[in-house]
């Protein structure tokens, strides 16, 4: 109903009940779970948002949680990713996401489905010598195994966001610093190109 309910559904009861039922059957057994995670990163808000708004970036710097990420390419509006990722339980997730609010360098969001479902908001703001960073997720767990055992759990699944959050907090700045000295050394390589006196 929720996928291709224009394409044909039953005749009765109307469409609008359908669609209602069909979503009350989804929900159960589908809770969503709610995150808000907040820290500084001693780095330019520019440079942690390019790492952030990029998934391609990711498992070079949120290791080892995210071990592979494929991109339709630049990070845009409408643009897709495709994650594989796992945290300290034993099971692996597949994701796709695609971008749905892009305002460099303050804002990305994402709309996820696959293993999980849900959106994702990150929200940069300055703060003296840092960046603020906050990230909001919101999902539900669609794998079937997940979905019959979240109310066991839901503490486990707590506890493996944190520790993959963690793993958030250590590897972004210095990777957002990394990336800030390279931009700096290329910017200073060049002048210098430019400026050096013709020798004869």
Do not use: C
Not at 11 to 21: F, G
Not at 27 to 41: I, K, L, M, Q, S
Not at 45 to 60: G, H, K, L, M, S
């Amino acid at each position: 109903m929720r996928d291709f309910a224009d394409e044909g559904h039953a005749a009765q009861p109307p469409l609008a009940v359908q669609r209602a039922l069909a979503g009350a059957l989804l929900g159960v057994g589908a809770p969503e779970y709610r995150f808000v995670d907040e820290w500084d990163v001693a780095a330019p808000r520019e440079e942690v948002f390019a790492a952030i708004a990029d998934a391609r970036t990711y498992p070079q710097w949120w290791r080892p949680v995210y071990i592979d990420v494929e991109a339709d390419g630049e990070p845009a509006v409408g643009k897709v990713s495709r994650q594989h990722f796992k945290g300290r339980l034993p099971y692996h997730l597949h994701t796709r996401s695609e971008i749905v609010r892009l305002e460099p360098p303050e804002i990305v969001e994402g709309d996820v489905d696959g293993d999980l479902r849900g959106r994702g908001t990150w929200t940069l703001t300055e703060r003296e010598g840092a960046t603020h960073v906050r990230f909001d997720w919101r999902v539900v767990a669609d794998r079937p195994l997940l979905r019959a055992l979240s109310p066991l759990l839901r503490p486990a699944l707590r506890w493996n966001h944190n520790w993959a959050i963690a793993r958030a907090r250590d590897g972004l700045e210095p990777y957002a610093l990394a990336t800030f000295a390279d931009k700096r050394s290329s910017s200073r390589a060049r002048t210098a190109g430019h400026s050096s006196p013709t020798t004869l």
